[in-house]
């Protein structure tokens, strides 16, 4: 058994008397103040573990867990309220409320892309809704791993704890009986996140990858299209769940599309994106194996690299890479890229795009650029994705009023603002009796009250 688990779980009975509204407000000044106190070093931490720069750190990394506090501050009575809900016909004479409780203890694990925004956004969800949180942060980014415990040191020890360490931890964490967890990661670990679960009933809440595909229409204004592609794609060197992983661009507009990129990328990190101070790193020696590899499958099944493609595996720098010509033979057809690699697709029907994207898994998120109503309003209603956006990429991710989660392969359940704490909280119902006639439905059965029965049972299956 983990200490820390022990530790915190013990206190959770007590917690349900003792960690209302005023102390888990304070719990989430605290970890503000915490984040405000180590800025310099969350800083240090992902240039080590990500090369990056510290614009993208404060934009990605710290503003979005700032954001979620501050939202769920706000928020937070009203979503704790204990909701009154009328009787229907059948409950005349009861009173009932809906009451939101904490779920208990539970496990947050974190991937390393955003090392710190999916460590602790989760356990801002976790500390509103009331419960305690063991957190497991991604050890390939191992510096960021040491800034979130430190962080987390300066919360009460029965209420947060940070577990470090791989598989290892994670497997042996994943064995105790938390009652809610929150995977952040691959599809392939939320599979054995999810069967782990199955053994001690624990709910779940699963957010996840797959390749997440743009739709550009024929009216779709390149230039805008291009520049918001760019950015959601060479963000965090393309480490992003969010990012388009490949674009769908009509036949004709293809090479227009490639230019604009291409200008955009010029644009964004100059001539040489190595020697920006803009464009992240790739996080291991095996992460950029891979994508190196990749990169040489294709060229080698046929793709044309039309910008990019040059490397340095010492730095672990892969330039922003575009390729065309690319086939379903290729990997970078088939895996999630995560990674500064876009496939440009043409196509020549959106028949064949919507029907591609269908036959794929569920993807995270679906980016489609146009200007006509019925093209957007076709590729919404005809696929089915975690998100949509449209006109924009990734920005959906810092709406607190938007649900956030994928569907399927993409994920489970939801996180942010209100879906965050309903995930770490149970709605509870709770039914009182004032004066409801239900002696007329308990043995023995008379013949009066077998017609009553009877005369309901007919009214409620006409009313409900
Ligand atoms: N939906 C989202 O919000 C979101 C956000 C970021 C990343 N992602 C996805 O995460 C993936 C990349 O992150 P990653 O490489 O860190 O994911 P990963 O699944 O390899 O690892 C995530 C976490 O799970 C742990 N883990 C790894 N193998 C495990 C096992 N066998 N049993 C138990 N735990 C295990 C790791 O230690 C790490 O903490 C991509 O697919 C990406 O799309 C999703």
């Given at each position: 058994?983990?200490?820390?688990?022990?530790?915190?779980?013990?206190?959770?009975?007590?917690?349900?008397r003792?960690?209302?509204?005023?102390?888990?407000?304070?719990?989430?000044?605290?970890?503000?103040?915490?984040?405000?106190?180590?800025?310099?070093?969350?800083?240090?931490?992902?240039?080590a573990?990500?090369?990056?720069?510290?614009?993208?750190?404060?934009l990605?990394?710290?503003?979005?867990?700032?954001?979620?506090?501050?939202?769920?501050?706000?928020?937070?009575?009203?979503?704790?309220?204990?909701?009154?809900?009328?009787?229907?016909?059948?409950?005349?004479?009861?009173?009932?409320?809906?009451?939101?409780?904490?779920?208990?203890?539970?496990?947050?694990?974190?991937?390393?892309?955003?090392?710190?925004?999916?460590?602790?956004?989760?356990?801002?969800?976790?500390?509103?809704?009331?419960?305690?949180a063991?957190?497991?942060p991604?050890?390939?980014?191992?510096?960021?791993?040491?800034?979130?415990?430190?962080?987390?040191?300066?919360?009460?020890?029965?209420?947060v704890?940070?577990?470090q360490?791989?598989?290892?931890?994670?497997?042996?964490?994943?064995?105790?009986?938390?009652?809610?967890?929150?995977?952040?990661?691959?599809?392939?670990?939320?599979?054995v996140?999810?069967?782990?679960?199955?053994?001690?009933?624990?709910s779940?809440?699963?957010?996840?990858?797959?390749?997440?595909?743009?739709?550009?229409?024929?009216?779709?204004?390149?230039?805008?299209?291009?520049?918001?592609?760019?950015?959601?794609?060479?963000?965090n060197?393309?480490?992003?769940?969010?990012?388009?992983?490949?674009?769908?661009?009509?036949?004709?507009?293809?090479?227009?599309?490639?230019?604009?990129l291409?200008?955009?990328?010029?644009r964004?990190?100059?001539?040489?994106?190595?020697?920006?101070?803009?464009?992240?790193?790739?996080?291991?020696?095996?992460?950029?194996?891979?994508?190196?590899?990749?990169?040489?499958?294709?060229?080698?099944?046929?793709a044309?690299?039309?910008?990019?493609?040059?490397?340095d595996?010492?730095?672990?720098?892969l330039?922003?890479?575009?390729?065309?010509?690319?086939?379903?033979?290729?990997?970078?057809?088939?895996?999630?890229?995560?990674?500064?690699?876009?496939?440009?697709?043409?196509?020549?029907?959106?028949?064949?795009?919507?029907?591609?994207?269908?036959?794929?898994?569920?993807?995270?998120?679906?980016?489609?650029?146009?200007?006509?109503?019925?093209?957007?309003?076709?590729?919404?209603?005809?696929?089915?994705?975690?998100?949509?956006?449209?006109?924009?990429?990734?920005?959906?991710?810092?709406?607190?009023?938007?649900?956030?989660?994928?569907?399927?392969?993409?994920g489970?359940?939801?996180?942010?603002?209100?879906?965050g704490?309903?995930?770490?909280?149970?709605?509870?119902?709770?039914?009182?009796?004032?004066?409801?006639?239900?002696g007329?439905?308990?043995?023995p059965?008379?013949?009066?009250?077998?017609?009553?029965?009877?005369?309901?049972?007919?009214?409620?299956?006409?009313?409900?």
């Amino acid at each position: 058994m983990s200490a820390a688990f022990e530790r915190l779980a013990a206190g959770a009975i007590a917690r349900r008397r003792s960690f209302g509204l005023k102390e888990r407000r304070a719990a989430l000044e605290a970890l503000r103040a915490a984040i405000g106190a180590h800025e310099s070093a969350i800083l240090a931490a992902l240039k080590a573990d990500l090369g990056k720069p510290e614009a993208e750190t404060r934009l990605t990394e710290i503003l979005p867990i700032q954001s979620e506090i501050s939202h769920t501050l706000r928020h937070l009575r009203g979503w704790m309220r204990v909701r009154r809900v009328r009787p229907t016909l059948a409950m005349l004479g009861t009173r009932a409320r809906i009451r939101p409780e904490p779920k208990g203890t539970a496990l947050i694990i974190a991937p390393w892309n955003y090392p710190l925004s999916l460590a602790l956004g989760p356990l801002v969800s976790a500390l509103a809704a009331g419960c305690a949180a063991v957190i497991k942060p991604s050890e390939l980014a191992p510096a960021t791993a040491g800034v979130v415990a430190r962080i987390v040191a300066d919360l009460p020890a029965d209420l947060v704890a940070v577990e470090q360490g791989g598989v290892e931890t994670a497997s042996a964490l994943l064995a105790l009986p938390f009652d809610h967890i929150f995977f952040t990661g691959s599809p392939e670990v939320g599979r054995v996140v999810m069967a782990a679960a199955a053994k001690t009933l624990a709910s779940v809440t699963l957010e996840l990858g797959g390749k997440s595909p743009v739709v550009i229409g024929p009216g779709a204004d390149l230039a805008r299209a291009a520049r918001m592609i760019a950015w959601g794609k060479f963000a965090n060197a393309g480490q992003t769940c969010i990012a388009p992983d490949h674009v769908f661009v009509p036949r004709a507009q293809e090479g227009a599309l490639i230019a604009a990129l291409r200008a955009e990328i010029t644009r964004m990190y100059g001539a040489e994106p190595k020697a920006s101070g803009s464009f992240a790193r790739i996080i291991n020696a095996r992460h950029f194996a891979r994508l190196a590899g990749l990169v040489d499958e294709a060229r080698l099944k046929g793709a044309e690299v039309a910008v990019g493609g040059t490397a340095d595996a010492q730095a672990r720098y892969l330039a922003p890479t575009i390729l065309t010509r690319t086939s379903a033979e290729m990997g970078v057809e088939q895996t999630e890229l995560f990674g500064p690699i876009l496939p440009v697709i043409g196509y020549d029907r959106l028949e064949e795009v919507l029907e591609r994207i269908n036959a794929g898994p569920k993807p995270l998120a679906l980016y489609v650029f146009e200007k006509e109503r019925t093209f957007i309003e076709r590729v919404c209603a005809e696929t089915s994705s975690g998100a949509v956006g449209i006109n924009v990429t990734l920005a959906h991710y810092l709406h607190l009023n938007l649900p956030f989660g994928g569907i399927g392969n993409s994920g489970l359940g939801a996180a942010h603002g209100i879906w965050g704490f309903r995930a770490f909280s149970h709605e509870k119902p709770v039914l009182e009796n004032r004066f409801a006639p239900l002696g007329n439905f308990m043995p023995p059965y008379s013949g009066g009250k077998l017609k009553l029965i009877r005369a309901m049972a007919k009214l409620l299956g006409r009313i409900g």
